[in-house]
């Protein structure tokens, strides 16, 4: 019989192709470029502007809430209910989007990065009685014995060379990366509560939400919650910090452009304007020396220079989405985001340290006592194990305020206000994502979408170079990195996969000459 | 991990309000892009299913491009059927049935949650050991897969012939 498989065509696929130029065990140029169109903001004209959050969602599968929650902050503006959303409704979105922060931190620890560190056969001499670790050891000694390492799957094939954890730590890991399965199936079913399904759930609604709380659902979102919390104070923190100190030379690395972006999540108040809003990650903007300075949504334009559009560029309340996949010198079809003209980082690292910059003092703790575990300050930040270190913290932070919120809601207030759709109107909907700042912008007229734009986190890190020729943040991240080995290029992998990036990325190795090296899958 | 904690996971994370504690024990789901042509063999077969009487204890899931998602779905059933499109280097529309043993190696297994899809949660079972043991692939070979929706005339027909296949199956269950 034939070969068979799976069809990879349309579900393994490179949305980002990132180009590096090796010479002499040094990254000289790199070039990120994705590789999908999707044209959202075009075929959104004409339609419901309602209809905006249920298409948004569908941008991704795996940030759905996301672009849901920005959709509707989005149209709460527009309707001119930006000031109104009740305690219930505005508690409920952070519930909703919080879940969706721990269950894609955890996954993207253990399940997307973990094995770049971690040496997964060291499950094969275990000796415990851990469960899940020896359903690891039986998993590996039946790929051993048929001499097939295929059936290791995800565990191979993989980069050799720099494994360094001690076997005791490396099973440990192992047997939470199969707890880790559970946690984030936990974390999603948590997001149902409110969200009524993951992915592309209906609980929102400009105004609110579409379902209050009850005794019962609060009751069961603390129960999983509690399971988190305890998880990730007691498992994730505790494995990014023992893979640190392993790698911390990775504190050196993928320092990237020095410059970090955060809008703010998680309303603590309806202020109607979005940029005055408190919120436990605050909007600011900051550089590796620390500086803090407000944050202003005007200075937020998009290049095209070398993206496939034929659009101008811009503010994106003024801009279009129009592709020519012919444009010369173009090489991504994504846009070139800038703040003031100039390349930002957005993420977790950015949200994490614009909290510490702007005074909050639980934030400051968590990190002076983690980074001077390792004799660092808050710049170390700035690093592939800096992003790993912020993304963890803030599970524990978001995770914990979670908790919070669950005894500010009131059963029986109202959770949305009532809309009316106007005849023209102006939104703009500012929030992050997991990974990293969102924007949605949407202009109505004669009641139905007339333009809308969105501005997505791995836009921003992936960005292609912008009209000054200024490389994106991930670019900037890989140019002057070392590589010991080209055939096994783990430093490129780790330092791009601490972005998170969302999409599917595949990374070419080539030599000045032109000459490819290899092709390395690494997401 | 401390196995003698009184809050293991086995006690602690039983979903409460669902029905994932004793879902119905035969699954047939299908996966697929519809925006793909003919990636969309495996939808249209469910679709199809959804529409006809079938014996009780069948549960018929349109699992589109979902990928970790798939886990949850598949564990705890006593038998499942998958319908995909296959590339198998062989004529549109050939029809192949199989088991999990003979889904071939990709040697570039990748894990992104953005591609990640029936290959991964099979693997991800098979590690934790809740992989069902009578799982059944029916895969089909895709002629187009140019970016719009509808088959070719080829995949529309082995289309037909699965879903035969696949109620030929149900009529034969196992009692439960």
């Known amino acids: 019989m ?91 979105r952070n519930l909703i989007q919080g879940a969706n922060y721990v269950q894609s931190h955890i996954l993207h620890f253990y399940h997307l990065a973990a094995l770049d560190y971690v040496d997964v056969t060291a499950a094969a001499d275990y000796t415990g009685n851990d469960l899940g670790l020896l359903k690891v050891k039986k998993f590996i000694e039946r790929a051993l014995s048929a001499n097939d390492l295929a059936m290791l799957g995800p565990f191979w094939p993989r980069y050799e060379g720099d494994y360094r954890l001690s076997k005791a730590v490396n099973q440990k890991a192992t047997a939470d990366y199969v707890k880790a399965l559970d946690m984030r199936r936990l974390a999603h079913e ?111 334009t998009e290049d095209v220079k070398y993206g496939w559009f034929d659009s101008s ?30 390349v930002h980082e957005v993420g977790p690292l950015p949200r994490v340290l614009v909290a510490y910059l702007a005074g909050d003092p639980t934030v400051q703790q968590m990190v002076n006592d983690t980074l001077g575990h390792f004799g660092a300050g808050p710049s170390a930040l700035f690093s592939t194990l800096g992003r790993h270190a912020a993304r963890a913290l803030e599970c524990k932070i978001v995770a914990d305020a979670m908790d919070k919120w669950l005894d500010e809601l009131k059963v029986g207030d109202p959770w949305n206000v009532p809309i009316e759709i106007p005849d023209s109107a102006e939104g703009m909907g500012l929030w992050e994502a997991p990974r990293g700042a969102l924007g949605h912008w949407i202009s109505i007229k004669n009641g139905v979408i007339d333009r ?15 009209d000054r020729d200024q490389p994106g943040a991930i670019e900037q991240s890989l140019i002057g990195a070392k590589v010991r080995d080209e055939e096994n290029p783990f430093e490129v992998v780790r330092i791009v996969r601490a972005f998170d990036p969302c ?15 290899g092709e390395y899958r690494i997401a | 991990m401390n196995t003698e904690s009184p809050n293991s996971m086995a006690d602690q994370t039983q979903p409460q309000q669902n029905n994932m504690d004793c879902p119905p024990p035969v699954l047939v789901l299908g996966v697929g892009n519809i925006l793909l ?140």
């Open chain 1, 503 to 517: 999409l599917a990325c595949a990374v070419h190795l080539v030599r000045p000459n032109g000459d490819t090296i």
């Open chain 1, 190 to 300: 948590m997001a149902t509560i409110f969200f009524g399904r993951i992915p592309h759930g209906p609980g929102l609604t400009a105004g609110g939400v579409t379902q209050g709380p009850t005794d019962l659902n609060i009751e069961q979102f603390r129960t999983k919650l509690k399971i988190l919390r305890d998880f990730t104070d007691n498992v994730y923190i505790p494995d990014v910090i023992a893979v640190a100190e392993a790698y911390s030379d990775h504190f050196d690395q993928g320092f990237g452009c020095g410059k970090v972006l955060s809008y703010g999540v998680f309303d603590l108040d309806s202020n109607a304007d979005l940029t005055k809003r408190r919120r436990v990650l605050p909007n600011g903007v900051a550089d590796a020396n620390l500086n803090l300075t407000a944050f202003n949504p005007q200075f937020i």
């Open chain 2, 37 to 176: 042509s003919d990636e969309a063999a495996g939808i249209r077969v469910i679709e199809a299913l959804q529409k006809l009487p079938l014996p009780e204890g069948v549960e018929v899931v349109d699992g589109a491009t979902r990928a970790m998602e798939l886990m949850d779905i598949i564990r705890g059933r006593k038998k499942v059927i998958i319908v995909d499109a296959v590339a198998a280097e062989s004529e549109p529309g050939a029809v192949f049935r199989f088991g999990p043993g003979q889904l071939a190696e990709i040697k570039q297994m990748s894990i992104s949650v953005h591609d990640i899809g029936v290959h991964e949660a099979i693997f991800f079972l098979r590690m934790t050991d809740e992989l069902p043991e009578d799982i059944v692939f029916y895969g089909i070979q895709p002629g187009s897969l140019a970016l719009h929706e509808g088959l070719t005339p080829e995949v529309n027909a082995a289309v037909k012939k699965v879903i035969d296949f696949v109620l030929e199956d149900l009529k034969n269950l196992p009692d439960s």
């Open chain 1, 313 to 342: 560029s811009g503010h994106p309340s003024g801009t279009d989405t129009i592709d020519n996949h012919n444009k010369s010198g173009a090489y991504s079809w994504l846009k070139a985001p800038r703040y003031n003209g100039e």
């Open chain 1, 452 to 466: 809308y734009q969105c501005v997505v986190p791995s836009t921003w890190n992936c960005s292609p170079r912008d």
């Open chain 1, 2 to 92: 034939a070969k068979i498989v799976i069809d990879p065509i349309s579900r393994i696929e490179g949305h980002l192709k990132i180009e590096v130029v090796v010479e002499n065990g040094v990254v000289k140029d790199a070039h990120s470029s994705g590789t999908l169109f999707r044209g959202f903001e075009i075929f959104m004209k004409g339609h419901h502007p309602l209809d905006a959050q249920h298409y948004t969602q569908r941008i991704c599968g795996v940030c759905p809430v996301s672009h849901g929650v920005t959709s509707v902050l989005n149209l709460d503006s527009a309707l001119g209910v930006a000031g109104q959303i009740p305690d219930n409704g505005r508690i409920i």
